[in-house]
Every structure is written in C-alpha cells, then in structure tokens.
C-alpha cells in the first residue's frame, strides 16, 4: 500500500463515550447520580437519554450529563466549543486562557496540560474559561508531573459542567434558552458519533 493509498482509506470511527449505557456510567460514577436527579430507563442508550434530559423541568441537567458520558478529552473540546458560542460572555482576562485551551485542543501535549493546569489553579479568579482549564488538567494522566495518580474520575467532569453553566448563567435570560439550546445540539454529536 502506498502513502496517498493509506491517505484514501477508511477510519474507524473512534469512541466519544465512556459507556454507551447511561445506566452504566450513573453506576461507575457516583457524582453523576448526585448532581443528575432523572434517572435513565432500563434499555435507554445515551442520545434517548440525553433527549430526555434536555425535555425535562431542567434542561441543565443534559449539561451535566454530556460532561460526565464524553470521554474527559472529548469533554473538554465540547466545554471549549460551548464557552467560545458563548464568547461574548466571557471577561477578556479569560481569553488568554481560552487560546491555551485550543493550542492543547489541536496539540494536546502532556506539557501545555501541566502548564494550562498550573495556571488555572494560580488563577485570581475562578471563571468559565479557568474552570475549563482546571478541567483540562484533570482530564488525562497526572495533572502534574509530580503527581503519583491521574485525578479521579469524577473531577474533570465536574468542572467542564460548572465552566459551561457559569458561562450560561452570564447569559441575559431573555437568551439563555437559544444559548442552551445551541450547547445541547452539539453535545448530541457526542453521542452520535459513538
């Protein structure tokens, strides 16, 4: 097979989710069951799951949902797209921030992870874009070269849901549903992709 040949094959597609069974990851992931209050149903996959969430008396809660089931790298590609729709709300203290997120997002060395990580958690102030980068930090390996253990699984999640929602909730209310409604939109690519 030749260079262009290799060029002109087929990927397989790669996985965006930890577990494709919502049930499954509520089980494995005790914070989930904490901050999400609907359950799913016995034979639900993910996108059903997601769209019942997005229906219910609180929509946020799908936010919650896509940061838990996306794998921690997808996650945070996701968390970066949403606060970058939601631009405009963000401090421009927190841009620089937002560049060093991308950079890692198109070369995510283990390096610029620590260091994205050492700035967030310097930070003077915790917004959007610096709990997104915390979140970075936690999502794969050691969040610091010295550290003996990857973060726990629970904690990257958690900050990529409270970077988007403190974001959204900066958002005028009058809004706030077309931004949502943008966010959940792409968070089902997550599980369409799987």
């Known amino acids: 097979?030749?260079?262009?040949?290799?060029?002109?094959?087929?990927?397989r597609p790669?996985?965006?989710?930890?577990?494709?069974?919502?049930?499954t990851l509520f089980a494995e992931l005790q914070s989930l069951a904490e901050l999400v209050k609907l359950r799913p149903r016995a034979g639900e996959d993910g996108l059903r799951f997601l769209a019942r969430l997005r229906a219910s008396t609180t929509p946020e809660e799908a936010v919650t949902y896509t940061a838990f089931a996306a794998l921690p790298t997808n996650a945070a590609g996701w968390g970066y797209e949403c606060l970058r729709l939601m631009a405009d709300h963000l401090h421009p203290?927190?841009?620089?921030?937002m560049r060093q997120i991308a950079a890692w997002l198109a070369n995510p060395t283990t390096r610029l992870r620590h260091d994205i990580?050492?700035?967030?958690?310097w930070a003077p102030a915790r917004g959007p874009s610096v709990l997104l980068g915390l979140?970075?930090?936690?999502s794969t390996?050691?969040?610091?070269?010295?550290?003996?253990?990857?973060?726990p699984a629970?904690?990257?999640?958690?900050?990529?849901?409270?970077?988007?929602?403190?974001?959204?909730?900066?958002v005028p209310l009058s809004q706030r549903s077309v931004?949502?409604?943008?966010?959940?939109?792409?968070?089902e690519s997550l599980f369409r992709a799987y």
């Open 154 to 170: 629970h904690k990257a999640p958690i900050a990529i849901n409270s970077a988007v929602l403190s974001c959204l909730a900066r």
């Open 117 to 121: 990580m050492k700035e967030a958690l």
């Open 179 to 187: 931004y949502l409604a943008r966010i959940l939109d792409m968070a």
């Open 141 to 151: 390996g050691k969040p610091a070269p010295n550290d003996p253990e990857p973060a």
């Open 93 to 97: 203290q927190e841009r620089p921030m």
């Open 1 to 11: 097979m030749s260079p262009s040949d290799q060029d002109d094959t087929t990927e």
């Open 14 to 23: 790669r996985r965006t989710l930890r577990e494709q069974d919502p049930q």
């Open 135 to 138: 979140a970075v930090g936690w």
